[in-house]
């Protein structure tokens, strides 16, 4: 059974940095991606960025581009999302998600059914 960690929420002033972690274990399957996603009081949940296993390929969201950087690290099987440049609009409860994955779908990774999630970890953006 495959499950999610994520950690490295906190709060940070409007410009500063943070980085979070997504721990996985179990997967077995060989093709697979990984997600970040968040969820602000009262709106609905937003795609942040993705990666998938077999190349490092990655998507982002426009909100976030040149902002985060997802990145991987295969052997300890964690991801990471590296964010610069916070915004009070970041701030939200931000979840890692996994999904098997062919290399066409993931092109559609906003559109994908996300099968595992974590539990979420809080970012507070604000001075």
């Known amino acids: 059974q495959l499950q999610l960690v994520e950690s490295g929420g906190g709060v940070v002033q409007p410009g500063g940095s943070l980085r979070l972690s997504c721990d996985a274990s179990g997967f077995t399957s060989e093709y697979y991606a990984i997600g970040w996603f968040r969820q602000a009081p009262g709106k609905e949940r937003e795609g942040v960025a993705c990666?998938?296993?077999?190349?490092?390929?990655?998507r982002y969201a426009d909100s976030v581009k040149g902002r985060f950087t997802i990145s991987s690290d295969n052997a300890k099987n964690t991801v990471f999302l590296q964010m610069n440049s916070l915004r009070p609009e970041d701030t939200a409860v931000y979840y890692c998600a996994a999904v098997r994955v062919t290399k066409m779908a993931f092109n559609y990774w906003l559109e994908l059914k996300w099968d595992y999630w974590g539990q979420g970890t809080q970012v507070t953006v604000s001075s």
């Open positions: 990666i998938a296993n077999s190349d490092g390929d990655t």
